[in-house]
Nanobody, 118 residues
Framework: QVQLVESGGGWVQAGGSLRLSCSAPSDIFIGVMGWYRQAPGKERELVARVLRDGTTDYADSVKGRFTIARDHAKNTLDLQMNSLKPGDTAMYLC?????????????WGQGTQVTVSS
């Protein structure tokens, strides 16, 4: 198993900012790392992700407001969220894919709640 440890999140008024962080064991080779979110009654959706080669993907709803950053050496992942909207309210989960080795697979963190009030 690969444990993903998340921090950040919380409550903020619309227009505010929050920063989420995720860390994985530094001795694991990780391919993709990303953030997903799930609001009550809705399906889990990709927020943003970073591939091993540095390519980034963002959901259209967060482009221009969120920035994802990854430290490959430390296996950490940050998500800077600006201009937050009530629609961003959700549980945010860190995700990582290990492509090879005995720990090959996809892993999820426990999640951190983000609540944006209007």
């Amino acid at each position: 198993q690969v444990q993903l440890v998340e921090s950040g999140g919380g409550w903020v008024q619309a227009g505010g900012s929050l920063r989420l962080s995720c860390s994985a064991p530094s001795d694991i080779f990780i391919g993709v790392m990303g953030w997903y979110r799930q609001a009550p009654g809705k399906e889990r959706e990709l927020v943003a992700r970073v591939l091993r080669d540095g390519t980034t993907d963002y959901a259209d709803s967060v482009k221009g407001r969120f920035t994802i950053a990854r430290d490959h050496a430390k296996n950490t992942l940050d998500l800077q969220m600006n201009s937050l909207k009530p629609g961003d309210t959700a549980m945010y989960l860190c995700h990582a894919g290990v492509p090879t080795g005995s720990k090959r697979g996809f892993y999820w963190g426990q999640g951190t709640q983000v609540t944006v009030s209007s």
